[in-house]
């Protein structure tokens, strides 16, 4: 047997929903890293032996890490103008 809610209840549930999602997307969205953060250092130092021991450049590492991960990043390389 369903038990109905009231109007009232009904409004009240939403409401709390409202609040769970406002606080939810009031979390801090940005991840802060730098050289500092746990687990940085070990990371570049093994990109910079990964480029080391493949001859490539770090640039590469980095774009096969993403596409081996599917990160979804897109790297794009840059063209460069010339200074005329």
């Known amino acids: ?15 709390a929903q409202i609040q769970k999602l406002k606080q939810a997307s009031s979390a801090p969205k ?3 890293l730098g050289k ?3 687990g940085i250092a070990a990371a570049v130092s093994a990109i910079e032996e990964a480029a080391k ?3 490539v450049s ?8 993403s596409r081996i991960k599917r990160t979804g990043l897109k790297i794009e390389n840059s063209v460069r103008k010339s200074g005329e």
């Open 36 to 38: 500092e953060s746990n």
């Open 1 to 15: 047997m369903k038990i109905r809610r009231t109007k009232e209840e009904r409004i009240a549930a939403l409401e």
């Open 58 to 65: 770090v640039g590469e590492v980095i774009k096969a890490v």
């Open 53 to 55: 021991l493949n001859n």
């Open 30 to 32: 940005e991840i802060k």
